[in-house]
């Protein structure tokens, strides 16, 4: 089917030009859901092939019935256009397939603008030509489009609307050059169309952004820490095992495990009450520590999983000993507390599957184990085999 033949949603990642990032997100909702709305129909296949074909068989008959430069030149104009947004939307599916690369929807978007404009315009030519059958073809096609366009870009509200005014704002602006003043009629009730449909629009956002806060929040309370708000086992291998590399070079990768030393007599000593208020402090220490890219769990009890993606050997043991060192003024407070860390670091993380990853953990536990007999509040590393 044309549809999984050209981009999938995974493919598009959040536009990049600010413009088009007002244009497109709402800042307010989680990137991931931001995503989801962003991916709808307009930049897959199902609206793109029914506009196109629509348009090019109004710009054929156009040109069969009034053969002129301003005809060919709006067939030729839309040609190009319907062009290129196929051959991008071919780009990017396999840009995504060979490389598991994201391209920002950018581009993608600004094409589908572009092709708005340009049949908006030719539209308004046809309405223009006095032929009869044209304006009939170009009011019920523009119609058609314009509410299409506007219930498929219903996750992009301001995006949506910008498209409908593009289509269909320069059919309006013709009709008061036509000789014929019944038309005015389409031009009176534009607003009230556009009102319309932007409350629809309206809707539709509204009602799919709660949906998938709904879910999206749900799947985070599946898979957080409640006492640390961390991600918890199977979210971290979830998110560990969604972790892909540019292109086919191999992507180094960390691994740290990390017990918290001297946990358990300040929970004898001062309450589980107590401990579960330093088990959130550390968590949030080292949250602060780490990268946006970093992923960090709680594996349980006083136990702690980091994945720094991308991370070298010394750029891993860097950030092992700065999480040790951070941790050393709660030493001063609490006597003998601190962190241990074993520490795996993995050559290509590409490709790694549940099994190969907890080997890893295995080693990383080993490692941890011998900093710990060799006196804590230290790293010590392990080979990766």
């Given at each position: 089917m044309l549809t999984n033949f050209f981009a999938r949603p995974r493919a598009y990642s959040l536009p990049r030009w600010r413009c088009m990032y007002w244009l497109l997100c709402d800042p307010r909702l989680p990137k991931p859901i931001q995503q989801s709305l962003l991916i709808g129909p307009t930049i897959q296949t199902s609206f793109m092939w029914s506009g196109t074909i629509t348009i090019l068989l109004l710009t054929l008959i156009a040109v069969y019935r009034n053969p002129t430069p301003a005809f060919w030149v709006w067939c030729l104009a839309t040609l190009s256009v319907s062009a290129y947004r196929i051959w991008l939307q071919y780009l990017i599916k396999r840009r995504w397939d060979r490389q598991h690369i994201a391209t920002p929807a950018d581009q993608a978007y600004l094409a589908n603008l572009l092709w708005s404009a340009v049949t908006g315009l030719g539209t308004a030519l046809c309405l223009l030509s006095g032929d009869t059958v044209l304006q009939v073809l170009t009011i019920s096609s523009m119609v058609a489009l314009a509410s299409i366009a506007a219930g498929f870009s219903h996750g992009t509200p301001r995006y949506a609307?910008?498209?409908?005014?593009?289509?269909?704002?320069?059919?309006?602006?013709?009709?008061?050059?036509?000789?014929?003043?019944?038309?005015?009629?389409?031009?009176?009730?534009?607003?009230?169309?556009?009102?319309?449909?932007?409350?629809?629009?309206?809707?539709?956002?509204?009602?799919?952004?709660?949906?998938?806060?709904?879910?999206?929040?749900?799947?985070?309370?599946?898979?957080?820490?409640?006492?640390?708000?961390?991600?918890?086992?199977?979210?971290?291998?979830?998110?560990?095992?969604?972790?892909?590399?540019?292109?086919?070079?191999?992507?180094?990768?960390?691994?740290?495990?990390?017990?918290?030393?001297?946990?358990?007599?300040?929970?004898?000593?001062?309450?589980?009450?107590?401990?579960?208020?330093?088990?959130?402090?550390?968590?949030?220490?080292?949250?602060?520590?780490?990268?946006?890219?970093?992923?960090?769990?709680?594996?349980?009890?006083?136990?702690?999983?980091?994945?720094?993606?991308?991370?070298?050997?010394?750029?891993?043991?860097?950030?092992?000993?700065?999480?040790?060192?951070?941790?050393?003024?709660?030493?001063?407070?609490?006597?003998?507390?601190?962190?241990s860390i074993g520490l795996v670091h993995c050559e290509d993380w590409r490709g790694a599957n549940r099994e190969r990853i907890e080997q890893l953990i295995a080693r990383a536990d080993q490692a941890l184990y011998r900093a710990k007999q060799d006196g804590k509040g230290r790293f010590q590393e392990a080979r990766d085999v």
């Open positions: 609307m910008l498209q409908v005014l593009l289509l269909d704002l320069p059919l309006k602006l013709a009709v008061p050059f036509q000789p014929e003043p019944w038309f005015w009629v389409l031009l009176l009730q534009g607003p009230f169309f556009w009102v319309a449909l932007h409350m629809m629009t309206r809707t539709l956002h509204k009602m799919s952004a709660q949906l998938l806060l709904d879910e999206y929040q749900s799947r985070q309370k599946a898979h957080r820490d409640p006492l640390t708000e961390l991600l918890n086992r199977e979210g971290w291998f979830r998110e560990a095992l969604a972790v892909r590399g540019p292109g086919r070079a191999p992507m180094p990768a960390g691994l740290l495990f990390i017990d918290l030393d001297g946990f358990k007599r300040i929970n004898d000593t001062h309450g589980h009450l107590k401990g579960d208020q330093l088990l959130h402090q550390i968590a949030t220490l080292m949250s602060d520590a780490l990268r946006a890219d970093d992923i960090l769990a709680r594996w349980g009890g006083d136990e702690f999983v980091i994945l720094l993606p991308g991370a070298d050997a010394d750029a891993s043991r860097t950030v092992a000993q700065r999480l040790i060192e951070i941790t050393a003024d709660l030493g001063r407070v609490h006597t003998e507390f601190g962190l």
